[in-house]
């Protein structure tokens, strides 16, 4: 199962009484030909700008549909199972409070030095970019004891995520 995948079956949202009226007013300029604008952000504008010009008397029509809608996504959402492989929640897994924390990288190494060297001379902003354009400019030679220093912590990390039985890939296993 992917990260984007739906339950084809889940119920559709309720529509706002905002969205109600964007699909009248384009299907209403599509009939008439009143809006000859094929760009979307002018349309947009455009549509926004008399949904804001309208009184609460012209919305009303908009507000008991989308009101009706609202009671039928509940009513549609009561009787929803969810189907086997979609949850009814974010499918997204917990992280492990008790897994160690990912290495720093070579790079976030020398820039914890290039920090310390710099701190008095240059604000926060000015540290993180002058420190890339440090970093980019050195050597694989001169890179080389930041990379040692990831490769130590990497390794240690890794040595933890086995002994807890979790896998080298370390995604942090399952909360639950």
């Known amino acids: 199962m992917g990260k ?3 339950d084809p079956n889940r119920p559709k949202k309720a529509q706002s009484a905002y969205f109600i009226f964007m699909g009248d ?3 209403h300029c599509k009939m008439t030909g009143e809006s000859n ?14 949904w804001r010009a309208m009184g609460e008397t012209e919305r009303e029509p908009y507000d008991q549909r989308a009101a009706a809608d609202k009671q039928r996504y509940e009513h549609q959402m009561s009787m929803y199972v969810p189907a086997p492989g979609f949850s009814s929640k974010g499918s997204r897994k917990r992280k492990n ?14 820039l914890d030095a ?5 701190r008095d001379k240059l ?15 050195l050597t694989d030679e001169q890179k080389l004891p ?7 912590e990497k390794d240690k990390y890794n040595a933890l995520l ?4 979790m896998g080298a890939a370390g995604g942090g296993g399952s909360y639950y």
Request: charged share 25%; net charge positive; no cysteine.
């Open 97 to 110: 409070p008790d897994a160690p924390k990912k290495p720093k990288s070579a790079y976030l190494h020398f």
């Open 25 to 27: 007013y384009r299907n």
């Open 4 to 6: 984007n995948d739906k």
């Open 123 to 137: 604000d926060h902003k000015q540290i993180i970019s002058q420190g890339a354009a440090a970093w980019s400019q």
């Open 114 to 118: 290039f920090r310390e060297a710099n």
């Open 146 to 152: 930041y990379n040692q220093k990831y490769a130590v």
């Open 162 to 165: 086995q002994s807890m039985n």
């Open 37 to 50: 604008t094929s760009n979307v952000t002018e349309f947009t504008k455009m549509a926004s700008a008399k």
